[in-house]
């Protein structure tokens, strides 16, 4: 009998389901795709932002992926909120060479740290199939005062990432421009209208769609192109559920 690859989806719980590993699943759910999910970290949060946040214990977190990886083919990994550096190591040590797609979640959107060691990311540079940082996370990793999305994508690419997308949401202007530099020297730049609502979760949500259309189409470029599509519509049907910050409606 041949199993079928599924997706594994590594973040943290967001109560209010409007990131996190409760919007990962949502989202591969979305396109038709099975997930697995391990937490990161319970977190306390509501639709205006983060309040605290506490670990998964390190020994229960590898079991969960030991577990996970004895049973099931996994054919692309969607990480988010990291909360522990070593977190990072343990997945790739246990899953070799399944394509990781990173997005590298170090502050909430109310700017709460949600990462220990940001710069882990950057050890494992060449280790990481995909890394999808905004504006401001790419500035951090490239250590560069560029605003520029393409100018920041080149630079991590020098600093050893295979391919980079780096979402332009944080710039000004009437549109949002995202970069995506691939591992064969491929550029593509997606843009879209920008859209006078600024929900949670859309790095979650954008991540996550790339993953599971790279699961089912093995071709990054159509998994970003379909990611665009779906995020920039998510974006624009968002709703204010609760008392802040919209939730995105898909």
Request: aromatic fraction near 8%; charge should be negative.
């Amino acid at each position: 009998m041949t199993t079928l690859p599924i997706a594994l989806a590594v973040g943290g719980l967001d109560p209010s389901g409007a990131a996190g590993i409760l919007m990962d699943t949502k989202v591969f759910q979305h396109f038709g795709v099975h997930n697995a999910g391990i937490i990161t970290a319970q977190t306390v949060q509501n639709s205006c932002g983060v309040k605290d946040w506490k670990p998964t214990d390190s020994v229960l977190f590898s079991s969960q992926l030991e577990a996970i990886r004895e049973d099931f083919t996994v054919g692309v990994i969607k990480v988010g909120m990291l909360a522990l550096s070593e977190f990072l190591e343990n997945i790739i040590d246990t899953f070799g060479d399944a394509p990781l797609i990173v997005d590298p979640v170090m502050f909430s959107k109310n700017g709460k740290p949600l990462v220990d060691n940001p710069d882990v990311y950057l050890s494992f540079a060449e280790e990481i199939f995909l890394i999808t940082p905004n504006i401001p996370e790419a500035k951090y990793l490239a250590s560069s005062s560029s605003e520029d999305p393409l100018v920041l994508a080149k630079e991590l690419k020098r600093l050893g990432f295979r391919n980079v997308l780096v979402k332009g949401g944080h710039s000004e202007g009437q549109r949002v421009r995202d970069v995506l530099l691939m591992e064969d020297g491929t550029l593509r730049v997606f843009s879209r209208p920008r859209v006078d609502k600024k929900p949670r979760g859309t790095g979650c949500a954008f991540a996550s769609a790339i993953a599971a259309n790279y699961l089912i189409f093995q071709d990054l470029e159509k998994a970003a192109l379909r990611a665009e599509e779906f995020i920039g519509e998510a974006i624009k049907n968002a709703q204010k559920l609760g008392r802040c910050y919209e939730v995105l409606i898909f």
